[in-house]
């Protein structure tokens, strides 16, 4: 595996590439990042990885200083799956200018996280537009547990007609349900054997729809109500359509097929997202 700092560097050696598959992360690596990193291989016969903390996706009083940076390991880790090139960049090489210029979302970027992440995917867009630049990909890959991400860097890609097919991948799991994410190094142990509880509220709310209900938002409600009875801030607990996660249509006409359920609340000081849908298949809506 070839590790490289700059764009120079990258070009070189994904010259003569036929197909490059792209998974950008911002490290601290998991087993649900390898998993993108072997869809990948499925897609590309070169594979890439960048690595890069984006302090512009970060609010002024969230974890940037903080967030896990372990590139020994995410080194090795990716090395295992036979990546061709880590591309780490420094910030000075993403951003050698103050970055005035950023991508405006679509408005679907201002509702659920976006509602509590002011400027979030904006930050999120900018970045993946200059990774998408740099690295010239054809594959990109990107997990379905960032559900609302998925959709907006897809929508992104869509309408900037760029040349590139988003593989979205199936999020991966503890035995106990638990999505894993970067974050969840900072749970305590008492916090890590309540933090599935969010899965388990989300999964009973899509197994109620599939079920037949209907009143998405007494079931809304209900699950927020559960996650603060024990101890957890509530961002949101919501049923969307999942083609654009919109609202559905409150009669209940939307397939349950189509549906999702979403959630983001905070356990002690660990924000945790997660989302399932209704009816569980593979791919994308």
């Known amino acids: 595996m070839k590790i ?38 499925q897609h590309g016969d070169a594979v890439v990885t960048s690595i890069f903390v984006n302090r512009l996706q970060f609010g002024p009083n969230e974890d940037f200083d903080r967030y896990p940076r372990t590139m020994e390991a995410d080194r090795a880790g990716l090395e295992r799956e036979g990546v061709d090139v880590l591309f780490a960049p420094m910030e000075q090489e993403m951003y050698p200018t103050p970055q005035v210029y950023r991508v405006q979302p679509a408005p679907l970027a201002n509702e659920l996280e ?32 960032d559900r609302q ?8 890609v869509q309408q900037f007609n760029m ?27 008492e916090e890590r054997a ?39 801030k509530v961002d949101y607990v919501a049923v969307r359509h999942g083609i654009g996660l919109r609202i559905p249509h409150p ?6 097929n189509l549906l999702v359920v979403l959630g983001a609340a905070t356990l002690g000081a660990t924000r945790l997202i997660d989302n399932v849908d209704v009816i569980k298949k593979d791919g994308e809506d």
Not at 149 to 156: D, E, Y
Not at 197 to 206: F, M, Q
């Open 4 to 41: 490289v700092h700059t764009a120079a560097e990258l070009s070189e050696h994904l010259a003569g590439a036929e197909c490059v598959a792209f998974v950008p992360t911002m490290g601290n690596l998991h087993a649900g990042h390898l998993s993108l990193c072997r869809i990948a291989r």
């Open 149 to 156: 991400q998925l959709k907006i860097v897809r929508g992104m």
């Open 251 to 256: 009669e209940g006409f939307d397939h349950p």
């Open 114 to 145: 976006g509602a509590f992440r002011p400027g979030f995917f904006d930050g999120v867009c900018t970045v993946v537009l200059k990774l998408f630049n740099l690295v010239q990909p054809d594959v990109a890959v990107f997990g379905k547990k």
């Open 194 to 232: 309540e933090a599935p509880h969010l899965y388990r509220v989300l999964r009973g709310i899509a197994d109620e729809i599939a079920a037949g209900r209907t009143d998405y938002a007494n079931l809304q409600s209900a699950g927020r109500m559960e996650l603060a009875q024990r101890g957890w």
């Open 163 to 189: 040349p590139i097919r988003i593989v979205p991948a199936e999020t991966i799991r503890a035995d106990d349900g638990l999505a894993l994410s970067s974050r969840n190094n900072y749970l305590t142990p």
